[in-house]
């Protein structure tokens, strides 16, 4: 049975948490928490390293027959997709309502209807199709989908010219980045190194023991975090994040950290998805919609309101998983993950 990296699952609830900071402070443009923050966006390029490596942990020994492929794609469609199509309705709904009573659709550049099809494919990232519309943070989900589909020919390639082939996923993926930096239109390219870094260390953590791995992996995420609010270059944060999901890994793997392998840290890794994905419909109900109703767009909106925002987010978002996001995972899964799922609840 693969083991669960319980503290990886822990960092991507403080990348999403980050992530819901991220987008609060830019409803206050110019104040402390916005200048501090400015760089949290870089969060979800952790979730690409992190995807990489999970994918590759679990799914590398599996993709090498249509048949496993297949299932491969299945459950990533049942992990990622009923969440992104419950946050998209929410959106849709309401524009389809205006457009069949013929009234205006506020912000139509983000909102119109001609972008539903890239949504409902997940392919609203790919070459510009979109990519910020209704719920926004779904762009990633979109670039998580295409390194999804390409998972299986980096392992195929792999299989015939070995580990060589992820590193030069690695280089040439950060090479054209770096030549076509406009990601909003080349979204995808984004992901692709650091997915790629993500499918190495899963290649590579458990070769070597090394002492105390599990808190240098820990300290490494601190310092990136350290990093994003000093403003450093993206190069060594996203080394940080190597490095913390590399050795957090080898340490878990080891026996280390079981302080943080209680039920508590599993559900708050268990809930960053819907924290991720419900937390811009939510800050817009209560900011773009209450907040200015009864304040006006002027005023600052004080820290203890996005604080009870956040915890409302968190509560909404284990309801979420609990009742929503999982018993629809196991579903449409099949019979097969419904087993696992019983055998390991």
């Given amino acids: 049975m693969r083991k669960q990296f319980v503290m990886l699952d822990f960092y991507r609830f403080l990348a999403a948490s980050?992530?819901?900071?991220?987008?609060?402070?830019?409803?206050n443009p110019g104040t402390a928490?916005?200048?501090?923050?400015?760089?949290?966006?870089?969060?979800?390029?952790?979730?690409?390293?992190?995807?990489?490596?999970?994918?590759?942990?679990?799914?590398a020994d599996n993709v090498s027959t249509a048949a496993g492929v297949a299932t491969f794609l299945r459950r990533r469609i049942a992990r990622v997709y009923p969440l992104h199509f419950a946050t998209l309705m929410f959106y849709v709904i309401p524009v389809a309502i205006l457009t069949l009573a013929h009234r205006p659709i506020p912000n139509p550049e983000k909102y119109s209807l001609s972008f539903v099809p890239y949504q409902l494919t997940m392919t609203q990232s790919w070459f510009g199709n979109g990519a910020l519309t209704f719920n926004h943070p779904a762009w990633s989900i979109s670039v998580e989908w295409a390194m999804y589909l390409a998972f299986p020919l980096l392992i195929w390639f792999r299989r015939l010219a070995g580990g060589w082939v992820i590193l030069a996923a690695v280089v040439l993926g950060g090479a054209a980045l770096g030549m076509f930096g406009d990601w909003e239109s080349t979204a995808p390219l984004r992901a692709a190194p650091t997915f790629a870094i993500g499918v190495l260390i899963a290649m590579t953590f458990d070769r070597v023991k090394i002492s105390g791995a599990f808190w240098l992996g820990v300290s490494a995420f601190l310092a990136a975090v350290v990093l994003m609010v000093w403003g450093a270059n993206l190069l060594g944060i996203l080394v940080l994040f190597a490095l913390s999901v590399f050795l957090t890994a080898n340490g878990q793997q080891q026996g280390q950290g079981t302080l943080f392998e209680r039920k508590g840290f599993k559900l708050l890794g268990e809930s960053s998805y819907s924290i991720y994905m419900l937390h811009?419909?939510?800050?817009?109900?209560?900011?773009?919609?209450?907040?200015?109703?009864?304040?006006?767009?002027?005023?600052?909106?004080?820290?203890?309101?996005?604080?009870?925002?956040?915890?409302?987010?968190?509560?909404?978002?284990?309801?979420?998983?609990?009742?929503?996001?999982?018993?629809?995972?196991?579903?449409?899964?099949?019979s097969s993950y419904a087993r696992l799922a019983r055998r390991a609840s």
Avoid: C, K
Wanted: no cysteine; hydrophobic share 55%; net charge negative.
């Fill in 280 to 334: 811009t419909p939510i800050l817009a109900i209560f900011i773009n919609g209450i907040w200015s109703h009864l304040f006006g767009t002027s005023p600052q909106i004080p820290i203890a309101y996005g604080v009870t925002l956040y915890f409302l987010i968190f509560v909404l978002s284990l309801l979420t998983f609990t009742y929503f996001e999982n018993p629809m995972r196991i579903f449409l899964s099949g």
């Fill in 18 to 27: 980050g992530v819901v900071v991220y987008h609060f402070a830019a409803y």
């Fill in 33 to 59: 928490l916005h200048g501090l923050v400015t760089e949290f966006g870089l969060f979800v390029d952790f979730f690409f390293i992190l995807s990489g490596f999970v994918i590759a942990y679990v799914y």
